[in-house]
């Protein structure tokens, strides 16, 4: 019997990495973005992905496919919700349309997707929901006002989300990933420390779910320095963040 697995911003980066490691496992993968050329380029080389174009911050379409995808599969047995985006802000003159777009997208979208898929999961007998976040709420990084909160809002959310399907038979994940190198990361013009590929991201996440585990932190050495810093006494914490403003 076939395993059916849905991927979100499927179109480029980890997204389509995932896709491609678990159709070459024998998943069947729905892959999701808006990128219409992207999803059928990546059909045209992988027949197990089967391309779902779609605005996830558009409920109401999103909604309608969601119908239509329940009449054409019996279940899902693993949700990767991986769509996102980041974008730098000025704190002397904050871009409001930057918020509302990198909270209706990190977040907004994250909990419709949640609402809309959940049914689907739960006709799965071992149905897994991973969310993927991100490091970046760890710690306060400069210009990352909108980005990080978007993140530190969806990890709250993966977590109380769990805490509330205890008892039901679909297993939450939370994946905080540090710097992965992908067209999203390849914009930032500073150094990101212990930067990943991509296809070692999407392996340690896989790894990860195969075993089941709540929460999937990686690169430990990105964690464990996050984790360090976050002992320090609060004010001199404040002044190592402001250190490291960019110009």
Same mark, same amino acid.
């Given at each position: 019997m076939p395993r059916y697995c849905?991927?979100?911003?499927?179109?480029?980066?980890?997204?389509?990495?995932?896709?491609? /490691?678990?159709?070459?496992?024998?998943? /069947?993968?729905?892959?999701?973005?808006?990128?219409?050329?992207?999803?059928?380029?990546?059909? @045209?080389?992988?027949?197990?992905?089967?391309a779902l174009p779609l605005d996830l911050t558009d409920t109401q379409l999103f909604s309608a496919a969601v119908d239509q995808l329940s009449q054409q599969i019996p279940a899902l047995d693993l949700v990767i919700l991986n769509?996102?985006?980041?974008?730098?802000?000025?704190?002397t003159n904050l871009p409001l349309d930057i918020f509302d777009r990198t909270?209706?997208?990190?977040f907004q979208a994250q909990v419709a997707a949640v609402?809309?898929?959940? *049914?689907?999961? /739960? /006709?799965?007998? =071992?149905?897994t929901l991973a969310v993927v976040s991100s490091l970046a709420h760890l710690f306060p990084f400069t210009k990352a006002e909108a980005y990080g909160a978007s993140k530190a809002a969806l990890s709250y959310f993966a977590d109380s989300l769990r805490v509330d399907l205890t008892d039901s038979a679909v297993r939450v994940?939370?994946? =905080?990933?540090?710097?992965?190198?992908? *067209?999203?990361?390849q914009?930032?013009?500073?150094?990101? *420390?212990?930067?990943? @590929?991509?296809?070692?991201? $999407?392996?340690?996440?896989?790894?990860?779910?195969? $075993? @089941? @585990?709540?929460?999937?932190?990686?690169?430990?050495?990105?964690v464990f320095s996050l984790h360090l810093l976050n002992l320090l006494p609060y004010s001199l914490r404040c002044k190592v963040a402001a250190g490291m403003r960019q110009p």
């Open positions: 849905l991927i979100t911003g499927a179109s480029s980066g980890l997204g389509r990495e995932l896709a491609i /490691q678990y159709a070459d496992a024998g998943w /069947q993968v729905i892959a999701v973005a808006r990128s219409v050329n992207a999803l059928n380029e990546l059909h @045209q080389k992988h027949k197990s992905i089967h769509a996102g985006s980041c974008d730098y802000v000025d704190a909270l209706a997208l990190n609402k809309l898929l959940l *049914p689907l999961l /739960q /006709q799965s007998t =071992e149905g994940c939370l994946i =905080e990933p540090g710097f992965v190198d992908t *067209p999203l990361t914009k930032n013009d500073f150094k990101m *420390p212990f930067l990943l @590929q991509v296809s070692d991201a $999407a392996g340690r996440i896989r790894k990860g779910l195969d $075993a @089941q @585990q709540l929460r999937i932190r990686f690169p430990k050495r990105l």
